[in-house]
């Protein structure tokens, strides 16, 4: 215990501590979470609307996601919204807002994947069979779309947690920041907590994300066809 | 904007997009290693060396890099192994990415018909013949997309070494804005110096991937 500076969790409060800073990460990704799947499904049918307009919106939207690292747009959320639109954000408002404008992104283009994967002929048999437009899209299209969007939004579930340890760059108290504190509180009495704490957060994010990630995979391989 | 001040802090961004640069490349080409030596260890199901790359792949794609590298940098010092910062950022980014090309070139591999490798033996081609001419070209082609897709991702990836102390973008803009108050100009010189680094990758990756799609038959 001393020697991998366990023993520092069981002082005090530090274990509750520990667990509330995850509560933390944990509280701002389901939060963005939501809204990405929300906004995300609407984001996705757009993404498949012909229009030269709404073609050019949604590819720049997407292309600035996928180029700038999550941490650069806290950045600018953060500092910039305050000097450029006078408003003061938190650093919790900031976090949620950035993995939201991500998460919209991914899960738009997820939906427009699973959309744009459905052939054509499924719509054409749905019709030939006297379907109406309400019924094929009841019966056919949107149990075939969830099945290939579910494990593939999971991830992203899992990706949102995991971006998570970034926010403690901006201010926001999560569990890598009270790990810090904790570490420095701590740093006469048992100089090893850093790799005991560090090592527990690691096991933490693992335990969190592992059984997720697995159960996107068994639905992935239930549901292909 | 202030330009003067922009063009002041050029120096600075230079070098530590140099410095990003540097890392970043070196991860990549050591998750390039990681990943095709323990895709193949999967691939074949060696025994004992299976597990421990199924273990690492699992644990290494569940956690945050920030994570894995403040127990590097921090922790293993205190387990007797000295690490410097820069050694650290590569070590932990190759970690990672060696996780992620894992899967894509597992996956790239499955992804070839069992009936080609067949074919190929019964035509009397020794198994490394087979891998060579017959599963790995077409194997390239089919992960080629993810594997952009990772390469993007670990260049993205770089932006947290700021937290181990090394001087990349990130630190260069925090501490400018620290001490100057320039928060617009840092924090614009900051995206497009990642632009710089990201978008080139992301386009040459997107014309490799139309040109090999030919070499997968249609899939």
Known sequence: MELLGLDVLFKGANAARLLQGLLVAVEISVISVVISIALGLLFGVFMTWKNPVARFVSRLYLEVVRIMPQLVLLFVVFFGATRVLHVNLSAEVSAIIVFSFWGVAEMGDLVRGALGSIPAQQYRSAQALGMTDAQMYRHVIVPQTVRRLIPLSINLVTRMIKTTSLVMMIGVVEMMKVGQQIIEANRMTSPNAVFGIYGTIFVLYFLICWPISLLAGKLEKKWSI | ?219
């Not at chain 2, 063009?7 to 080409?29: D, F, K, Q, S, V």
């Not at chain 2, 060579?132 to 670990?154: C, G, T």
């Not at chain 2, 973008?169 to 990201?198: N, P, R």
Request: proline share 4%; aromatic share 10%.
């Open chain 2, 1 to 219: 904007m202030d330009y003067g001040a922009m063009i002041e802090y050029l120096p600075l961004y230079g070098h530590a997009a140099l410095l990003t640069l540097r890392i970043g490349w070196i991860g990549i080409a050591g998750s390039i290693a990681i990943g095709l030596a323990s895709a193949l260890v999967t691939h074949f199901r060696i025994p004992v060396l299976h597990g421990i790359a199924r273990a690492y792949i699992e644990l290494f794609r569940n956690t945050p890099l920030l994570i894995q590298l403040f127990f590097i940098y921090f922790g293993l010092p205190r387990l007797g192994v000295p690490v410097d910062a820069e050694f650290c950022g590569c070590l932990g980014l190759s970690l990672l990415g060696g996780a992620y090309m894992a899967e894509t070139f597992r996956s790239g591999l499955e992804a070839v018909e069992p009936g080609q490798t067949e074919s190929a033996l019964s035509l009397g081609m020794s198994t490394p013949q087979v891998m060579r001419h017959i599963v790995l070209p077409q194997a390239v082609a089919l992960s080629i997309q993810s594997f952009v897709a990772n390469v993007v991702f670990l260049l993205k990836e770089t932006s947290v070494f700021s937290a181990i102390s090394l001087l990349d973008l990130m630190f260069v803009a925090k501490d400018l804005i620290g001490l100057y108050y320039d928060t617009t100009e840092c924090l614009v010189m900051l995206v497009i110096f990642y632009l710089m680094i990201i978008l080139p990758v992301s386009i040459a990756g997107t014309i490799v991937e139309r040109r090999l799609r030919h070499g997968a038959f249609g899939a």
